[in-house]
């Protein structure tokens, strides 16, 4: 079961004391979240300012930066709209990236989503898919690189409690049916119950500052290390129980 650390996010600095933002910093938290026990990472390259970013530069700076750091260890990026609103646009900076991540996620409710895989997929880019709800998991069961992707993200919205996680989390299942391997989590609220539902299903997860800014038992996480600490700590526990 799969614990991929999600560092930052779409966070802008000052969102978080320890947040990573300077591919330097960003290189720094990959080696942490790894000795910790993340097996995967899954990153939001950011410009000068902070700001999500696709622009070959952002990206091959800090690309490069984690591969040094953690040789060896899947490295991926987003693709989210927020970052480049216009599908066309995406797809050329996809295009021209220099470094290449060895997956990229695509959000299948957004714009241009199979224009994007596309892409991706063109230049050797494993494409994970996205899926934050029902009409996202429409579009890409109707998509025809539904099964060239790596993986299915099932993404669960903030403020759902223990219950409402479960019961989300049975719909979109049920609606994804069978396919590539899933990953499950969630935001805020719905962080911790959509973990530790997911390694009892056998599913792999992630955890990090982009999703959560609290540890199990509601103090502030320090830092991403320590969210990772956490997972794996549900994870032996959940290994225990089986």
């Not at 999600?6 to 320890?18: L, S």
């Not at 530069?57 to 040094?68: C, E, I």
């Amino acid at each position: 079961m799969l614990i991929k650390a999600c560092p930052t996010g779409p966070r802008r600095p000052g969102d978080h004391p320890a947040l990573p933002c300077t591919p330097e910093d960003v290189a720094r938290d990959a080696a942490a979240v790894v000795a910790a026990g993340a097996g995967a990472l899954h990153l939001h390259p950011k410009d000068a300012s902070g700001t999500d970013s696709l622009h070959p530069a952002d990206v091959a700076a800090v690309v490069s930066a984690v591969r040094a750091a953690v040789p060896g260890v899947p490295v991926g990026i987003t693709t989210g709209a927020w970052a480049l609103p216009d599908p066309g646009e995406r797809v050329a900076a996809v295009r021209a990236w220099t470094e290449l991540p060895d997956f990229a996620s695509v959000n299948w409710h957004e714009d241009g989503a199979d224009d994007v895989a596309a892409a991706l997929l063109d230049r050797g880019v494993q494409v994970e898919a996205g899926l934050w709800h029902l009409e996202g998991v429409a579009a890409w069961q109707a998509s025809p690189y539904r099964d060239r992707c790596l993986r299915v993200l099932l993404e669960l919205p903030d403020g759902l409690d223990e219950a409402g996680t479960e019961t989300e989390a049975g719909r979109l299942l049920a609606a994804v049916g069978e396919g590539p391997p899933v990953l499950l989590h969630g935001e805020g609220t719905s962080c911790w119950p959509a973990l530790g539902l997911a390694l009892r299903r056998g599913l792999d997860t992630r955890i990090g500052l982009e999703d959560v800014l609290h540890l199990p038992d509601g103090s502030p996480a320090p830092d991403n290390a320590m969210l990772v600490r956490a997972a794996t700590a549900v994870r032996a526990a959940v290994g225990t129980d089986g």
